[in-house]
């Protein structure tokens, strides 16, 4: 079992940037994949980004590219989540994602963070 905790989330206008933070703590060992998936109010949850710590391979999801970038320290167990040129439409709650691989995080096989908000106004 693994734990997550994210941090740095909050209130930002259209075009500004947030850092988020993930802590993983627990049996972290079999976590060859971290990443980040959002939940917007009445939606379900989406896939954002993934890093597989064997190869350094990142993912991300058509609506992130360009603008997010997903970033960590495996030894420290810890994951970053770097958003730029937020739009309103990145509101959400973020969760923090782990699984054996970032393939299962891309399909929704993970454990999961309490999540943190981040609310972007026009």
């Known amino acids: 079992q693994v734990q997550l905790v994210e941090s740095g989330g909050g209130l930002v206008q259209a075009g500004g940037s947030l850092r988020l933070s993930c802590a993983a703590s627990g049996r972290t060992f079999s976590s060859n994949g971290m990443g980040w998936s959002r939940q917007a109010p009445g939606k379900e949850r989406e896939f954002v980004a993934a890093i597989g710590w064997r190869t350094g391979t990142t993912y991300y999801a058509d609506s992130v590219k360009g603008r997010f970038t997903i970033s960590g320290n495996n030894a420290k167990n810890t994951v970053y989540l770097q958003m730029n040129s937020l739009k309103p439409e990145d509101t959400a709650v973020y969760y923090c994602?782990?699984?054996?691989?970032?393939?299962?995080?891309?399909?929704?096989?993970?454990?999961w963070g309490q999540g943190t908000q981040v609310t972007v106004s026009s």
């Open positions: 994602a782990a699984a054996p691989s970032p393939a299962l995080i891309r399909a929704g096989h993970a454990s």
